[in-house]
């Protein structure tokens, strides 16, 4: 069961720059999705039977008005389902990537460091020894305690399941 664990969180590891990534794509278009406001819509409708001056071309209609809240409503609810769907593909991802965050706080100042260089900026470990003044195989070593305590702390707060 441990090894299971160990392979999740190195498969966590090796994804989270994409998974960082993708979290600020979401947050991104959380924060500036493109929504029609309902007043938006009822001017545009206005404007459509409109002479250009203001003024409407015989008034409008009932039935425009009703069309035309139809459509605000629809419209409202399709910018809502987006905003859901948005939701609902950001918290998950947002969920693992603080828990991995505070995971890694609890480790040690070196196994926080060669965390970042060998799955964060996907440093070789020749490239990360030199980074940290060491050689390749102490910073193996340092990788693999670091990996180890990781998959320890999941073990123990969530079980057999990330």
Same mark, same amino acid.
Not at 17 to 24: A, C, D, G, M, W
Not at 61 to 82: C, F, G, H, P, V
């Given at each position: 069961m441990q090894e299971t664990v160990r392979k999740q969180v190195e498969a966590l590891l090796r994804s989270?720059?994409?998974?960082?990534?993708?979290?600020?794509l979401l947050r991104y278009e959380l924060n500036h999705s493109a929504a029609i406001s309902p007043q938006?819509?009822?001017?545009?409708?206005?404007?459509?039977?409109?002479?250009?001056?203001?003024?409407?071309?015989?008034?409008?209609?009932?039935? &425009?008005?009703?069309? *035309?809240?139809?459509? %605000?409503?629809? /419209?409202?609810?399709? #910018?809502?389902?987006?905003?859901?769907?948005? !939701?609902?593909?950001?918290?998950?991802?947002?969920?693992t990537l603080h828990r991995l965050e505070h995971h890694l706080r609890l480790l040690s100042t070196p196994?926080?460091?060669?965390?970042?260089?060998?799955?964060?900026?996907?440093?070789?470990?020749?490239?990360?020894?030199?980074?940290?003044? &060491?050689?390749?195989? *102490?910073?193996?070593? %340092?990788?693999? /305690?670091?990996?180890? #305590?990781?998959?320890?702390?999941?073990?123990? !707060?969530?079980?057999?399941?990330?």
């Open positions: 989270y720059p994409e998974l960082l990534r993708k979290v600020e938006e819509m009822m001017e545009a409708m206005a404007f459509a039977k409109s002479d250009g001056m203001g003024h409407g071309a015989g008034g409008i209609s009932n039935k &425009t008005l009703y069309i *035309a809240m139809s459509y %605000q409503d629809a /419209a409202e609810r399709i #910018n809502m389902e987006a905003v859901e769907e948005l !939701v609902e593909r950001l918290v998950p991802m947002e969920r196994e926080q460091e060669v965390i970042r260089l060998c799955y964060f900026e996907q440093k070789s470990l020749p490239d990360a020894a030199q980074a940290m003044s &060491t050689s390749v195989w *102490a910073v193996r070593k %340092q990788r693999d /305690a670091a990996v180890t #305590n990781l998959a320890n702390m999941y073990a123990f !707060v969530a079980g057999p399941n990330l």
